[in-house]
């Protein structure tokens, strides 16, 4: 079935550090893919997505580019702050079977915390 | 300021009580989810609703129900919580896709309410 693989973590950075949390997906179709962000306390936030193939999604210094051929999503940021201490999620869009609902699987988050 | 509100934000029960969590928006979105959220397994579904009386299963939805008669409320109900329901509930909401061609909307989450069932 269609899932989100990415690692786990928790991932510990200097801050400035460069940043990378793998991300893969399994899925049939075409789906769109999505990066997550959750602070402490807070419900989840859109940081970005890609809708195709070879799409780029960028937001707050952040970039993740959608490979069809290595079925991968990775998170990008060239200098992290400790303000990106968060919970990063993986997901994926699908059509849901019998309607046209088209729901969103997670991967399971990564947290990352930043120190100065 | 455009919103998903849940209540109660914390809550602790004992098992068999009847609970209910609500989720309100006023984005007049006609999508609305529930999710839950435990360590290593990321969010998974537990129902959703594409609009007023339109409900459905998502993929964890024994032991919860849902109802949607208004379109800026969505409820979920435990009848009888069980220890095994104690965990991280988040409420969402997006608007319908534009027909015609496919386009994701963004989907807004609520603070969240946690849950533990003694």
């Known amino acids: 079935g269609d899932s989100v693989t990415q690692m786990e973590g928790p991932v510990t950075l200097s801050e400035e550090a460069f940043l990378t949390i793998n991300c893969t997906y399994t899925?049939?179709?075409?789906?769109?893919l999505f990066w997550y962000v959750q602070y402490p306390g807070e419900g989840l936030q859109l940081l970005l997505k890609?809708?195709?193939?070879?799409d780029k999604g960028s937001n707050k210094g952040f970039e993740a580019t959608y490979r069809k051929e290595t079925t991968s999503f990775h998170l990008e940021k060239g200098s992290v702050q400790v303000s990106d201490s968060a919970v990063y999620f993986c997901?994926?869009?699908?059509?849901?079977?019998?309607?046209?609902?088209?729901?969103?699987?997670f991967g399971p988050g990564t947290s990352l915390s930043v120190i100065p | 300021e455009a919103q998903v509100t849940q209540n109660p934000r914390y809550l602790i029960t004992v098992t068999g009580k009847k609970l209910t969590v609500t989720c309100s928006q006023n984005m007049n979105h006609e999508y609305m989810s529930w999710y839950r959220q435990d360590p290593g397994l990321g969010l998974r579904q537990i129902y959703y609703?594409?609009?007023?009386?339109?409900?459905d299963k998502g993929d964890v939805p024994e032991g919860y129900k849902v109802s949607r008669k208004e379109k800026r409320n969505f409820p979920l109900i435990l009848e009888s919580p069980s220890p095994n329901q104690t965990s991280l509930y988040f409420c969402?909401?997006?608007?319908?896709?534009?027909?015609?061609?496919?386009?994701?909307?963004?989907?807004?989450f609520g603070p969240g309410t946690r849950l533990t069932v003694l």
């Open positions: 609703s594409m609009n007023v009386e339109v409900t």
């Open positions: 997901a994926l869009s699908v059509q849901a079977r019998r309607t046209s609902y088209d729901k969103v699987i």
């Open positions: 899925a049939t179709g075409y789906p769109s």
């Open positions: 890609a809708t195709k193939a070879d």
């Open positions: 969402a909401s997006r608007s319908e896709p534009n027909p015609g061609f496919y386009s994701y909307n963004e989907q807004f």
